[in-house]
């Protein structure tokens, strides 16, 4: 029936077809459609929703050494032209991998405020301490992640990245032990 409808009256307007599937502006085209966003907004990757605050981290990975008192990692705000932003608490979740939150790392943050920021990215730091056992293991990972909190009022949307994973390397000395049963001594020669 639709492509009948085409035929006879040209094209099908899908913006009154699909009044929800665009969050601001719906543009007809020829036998489809585009969403658009109004000043102040950028268009979210899913092609449909409009972002005027978008949150992500400023890196995915971060490397950091064990003797390292702590470190910093950036959570950044970017608002649209136009947006204005007064107040933004973000929760942050820590993941351990095989880092363990305590004995290898403790973070100093579990809020990131973000206060009065028009027209621009803001960066909040979070800081998160090492503990240094003094001894060696292996590098050790966690994540960190960022949620918006329900009824913040706040038209913010997850950018990338949105988990950074943080290695810890360390710097302690390798041991080795060796036992005489694990050294075989080839024939002929001598100890």
Known sequence: ??????????DVDECALLQDDCTQICFNTI???????????????????CVGIQIHFDTDQKVVKEHSVYFIVYLVVTLGHGKVLDNLTI??????ITAELGI????????????????????????????DDNGWEESETFTISFTIPDGSGVDAL???PEEAIITILDNDVAEFHFSTDQITIAPGATQ
């Open 1 to 10: 029936f639709a492509i009948m409808q085409w035929i006879v009256m040209g």
């Open 31 to 49: 036998g489809s459609y585009e969403c658009g966003c109004r000043e102040g907004y950028k268009l979210h990757s899913d092609g449909r929703t």
């Open 91 to 96: 929760d942050l979740k820590y993941h351990d």
């Open 104 to 131: 290898d790392y403790q973070p100093v943050d579990y809020v990131a405020h973000f206060k009065y920021t028009v027209n621009t990215a803001k960066s909040s730091p979070i800081r998160i301490n090492i503990i």
């Open 158 to 160: 997850k950018g990338e």
